[in-house]
């Protein structure tokens, strides 16, 4: 369970996903397309998931190229070895699609999540707030007299860790940016 | 050099540019602008359909029997809505199309403006591409785009929104040789290490069997040439899915016909006893496999497909080739010759032994009668009347589909045009009238059934207008026939809703077309009537009233195996599962 309350895997909504949710081997990865930034481009990859019946945990999109008109998406899915490389090669498939690089086994990759974190209330609760921001170095970025945003940046493991910690602190709202990622090493 | 031009002309300059000689299309306020332009010349000849669904069937119909991309012309709104069963069909059977639509002027786009639809967003998922294009610019390069697309890869429909603003301003015409097309190119060579691997496999191989697909057609008249070559050399047998018809020859002797669901009885047991199925441009659609984990239980599967997201789909295989069939095929020849063109002749001979016994069982006879036609006999003397000659077919969907797959002989690819991915009914009448339009002097026959026939049979009236003697050779048992079948073997001979009580009078409705019609229902008469049919001058209905409650045989019930075919009635008895009963 997440901060969000969201059980993994539950985000399957397609009326057509009629497979067996418990089924064996299902695994996450975390897949990174390199994509013509035009019109409609996000639309053809979640409509994609959203037909087929894929899994997205988590998805994050940004121009990276301004002159070359190109944006980076960053998906983390889950499925079965079978159900991930189909999702590639339907990936591949739609036409301003460049790459699609798997991050979980093209090698060890850095993965990142930026959130920002309300959380109020007053006395000792407000106190270990700080405290535990400070040890996951969440910095305060707004503060009044009896809430805090924090902004975290790290593993989607860690803001699920600093979430947990917060909800008994008074944490009233999350926003989470969805996974970023990049392979580590020099190429 | 740049040339400056309206939009409406760059749409007509690049279809020249493409080589494109027939638009079908449908005016509409939005399409104005082209539609002056298309007034304006004598290049592109323009086909005034009746319904832009017929426009996009038609579209199909000459694709299919071409090898070119298939062109439509339609206005915004309820003009492009009206193509998406079109597109869908094209995508699932990858059919080369591109399709204009014009669009609502780009200041109005979200205004809900008369005869305004979001084009790009409805067709998205029914598009190999689409694009709306919203500067004059960027127009003829993106119609450029559209048939690199269509036509490139794993062939399929594209769609340009043209809104009318963009039509009628002025921007620069970007040639077909300027356009840049370079980022879209799908590998067309296989892996030469694994094209080796399948050539050690059949030499070794006991059991073998090709099973072929619309790919060998979608890869041009060379593939299937390749393809007789390698069955004509190896020996092995050769079966093919419903797209596939005509590849190899029907009258060739490792042919064991169609393979699948009402496929024959030696393919589809040959499929599931070999021991090295070798796919070429098929992609074991749940209508070949039957019973995903009993489907060819002791075969090594090699599969050429150029579209990587066809491997591993449905079933695991053991050694995928990605690239075209074509290319793969030579590259594959060339590698098996090489290395002495060896085959396993003791396997192969008795390879061939069973699949004669299984021959033998004769799985396409039925019980003839001499009062009322069966519509297996109609079919057999339609192929009886027109062998040998040039002869285009389509078909509708439903059991006339299948009877026709399974008693029409196909020589040679792109003769054979049906749906089959999508199952559209109405595709056959308006795919007829496109194949007649490619092929003016050739004989086009429609198989249709009543039903289906009825959902698009506004096109006689483009048949007769455009002067295309297409000829509507229709089953009548004045019910939706396949529909009917799995009622009675599903669902307790509950009929609802399969039968057409107030079908029109077809010989009346041809005399109203404006074209001739006539109807038959004794055996004796049906010679005549088809003779007259192929006789006769122009567009021809002939109203063969046929056995009602005729079932298509084999039939792999659903949920079970290649080897549970049922071969007549008498086998049908509680021969679906609870569990088949909930697959299509």
Not at chain 1, 21 to 47: F, Q, S
Not at chain 2, 476 to 481: A, V
């Amino acid at each position: 369970m997440s901060a969000l309350r969201i059980k993994k895997g539950s985000s399957r909504k397609s009326a057509y996903d009629l497979r067996n949710p418990n089924a064996d081997g299902v695994e996450t990865h975390t897949l990174a397309c390199i994509v013509d930034n035009e019109a409609g481009v996000l639309a053809r990859v979640i409509g994609l998931f959203a037909g087929r019946g894929y899994n997205i945990d988590s998805l994050t999109v940004a121009e990276i190229d301004h002159m070359g008109h190109r944006s980076r998406i960053t998906i983390v899915t889950t499925g079965t070895p079978a159900v991930i490389e189909q999702i590639k090669a339907q990936l591949g498939r739609i036409v301003p699609v460049h790459e699609v690089h798997d991050l979980t086994v093209e090698g060890r990759a850095v993965e990142r999540e930026l959130a920002l974190l309300k959380v109020s209330g007053s006395g000792d609760k407000r106190v270990e707030a700080l405290r535990l921001a400070d040890i996951f170095r969440a910095n305060a970025v707004d503060s009044t007299l009896e809430s805090f945003v924090f902004e975290i940046t790290g593993t989607p493991e860690k803001i699920d860790a600093f979430a947990d910690l917060m909800r008994p602190l008074g944490l009233v709202e999350i926003a989470r940016t969805g996974v970023a990622a990049l392979s580590r090493g020099a190429e | 050099m740049t040339r400056q031009m309206t939009g409406a002309k760059m749409v007509v300059q690049a279809l020249k540019d493409q080589g494109v000689d027939t638009v079908f299309g449908y005016p509409g306020g939005a399409a104005l602008p082209i539609y002056d332009e298309i007034f304006q010349q004598n290049d592109i000849r323009h086909i005034l359909v009746r319904h832009e669904q017929g426009a996009i069937h038609a579209a199909e119909g000459y694709a299919r029997s071409t090898g070119k991309p298939g062109v439509v012309l339609v206005t915004s709104g309820p003009g492009a809505t009206n193509t998406v069963t079109g597109l869908m069909d094209a995508l699932l059977d990858s059919i080369p199309i591109v399709v204009l639509s014009a669009q609502v002027p780009t200041f109005m786009i979200g205004t809900d403006a008369f005869q305004e639809a979001d084009t790009v967003g409805i067709t998205r998922p029914c598009t190999k591409h689409n694009w709306l294009v919203r500067e004059t610019d960027k127009l003829a390069e993106t119609i450029h785009q559209a048939f690199h697309v269509a036509t490139t890869g794993r062939p399929g429909p594209t769609l340009i929104d043209i809104p009318k603003d963009v039509q009628f301003a002025n921007g620069t015409y970007t040639t077909r040789a300027k356009a840049d097309t370079a980022h879209y190119a799908p590998p067309v060579k296989g892996d030469s290490d694994a094209i080796t691997e399948l050539a050690a496999l059949m030499e070794k191989a006991e059991r073998p069997i090709f099973y072929t697909g619309g790919g060998v057609i979608n890869s041009g008249p060379h593939a299937s040439q390749l393809l007789r070559e390698l069955v004509g050399a190896t020996g092995f047998p050769v079966t093919s899915t419903l797209m596939g018809l005509g590849a190899f020859p029907a009258s060739g002797k490792e042919w064991l016909g169609m393979l699948g669901m009402h496929g024959l009885y030696e393919a589809n047991m040959a499929m599931h006893d070999c021991d090295l199925m070798i796919n070429i441009g098929a992609r074991f659609d749940d209508r070949i496999t039957g019973r995903i984990d009993a489907f060819s239980p002791k075969s090594k599967k090699a599969h050429i497909d150029i579209d990587p997201s066809s491997i591993n789909k449905v079933i695991h295989v053991d050694l995928p080739i990605i690239g075209d069939v074509a290319h793969v095929l030579e590259d594959l020849l060339r590698i098996w010759k090489a290395r002495g063109r060896k085959v396993n002749k003791a396997g192969l001979k008795t390879w061939w032994e069973e699949i004669d016994a299984w021959r033998a069982v004769d799985c396409l006879s039925f019980k003839e009668n001499t009062t009322t036609i069966q519509p297996q006999y109609a079919i057999q003397r339609l192929e009886e009347l027109t062998k040998g000659r040039e002869r285009y077919v389509t078909t509708e969907v439903g059991q006339h589909q299948m009877w026709a797959a399974q008693y029409l002989g196909f020589e040679d690819p792109n003769h054979w045009m049906t749906s089959g991915g999508l199952g559209t009914m109405g595709y056959g009448l308006p795919a007829s009238v496109g194949a007649q339009v490619a092929h003016p002097d050739a004989l086009v026959i429609n198989v249709a059934g009543d039903a289906s026939w009825l959902m698009n049979m506004q096109e006689m009236g483009t048949a007769v207008q455009f002067r295309l003697p297409v000829k509507q050779f229709i089953l009548n048992n004045e019910r939706l026939g396949m529909v009917r079948q799995w009622q009675e073997l599903l669902h307790g001979e509950r009929y609802s809703h399969s039968w057409s009580e107030s079908l029109p009078d077809f010989v009346k409705l041809a005399e109203a077309f404006g074209c001739k019609g006539r109807v038959v229902s004794d055996p004796a008469e049906l010679d005549d009537a088809i003779q007259e049919m192929l006789d006769y001058d122009g567009p021809f209905i002939l109203d063969v009233l046929v056995e009602k409650h005729a079932n298509c045989f084999p039939m792999i019930p659903s949920g079970e195996p290649h080897n549970k075919m049922l071969l007549g009635e008498a086998s049908t008895q509680g021969a679906i599962g609870s569990s088949g009963a909930v697959l299509v």
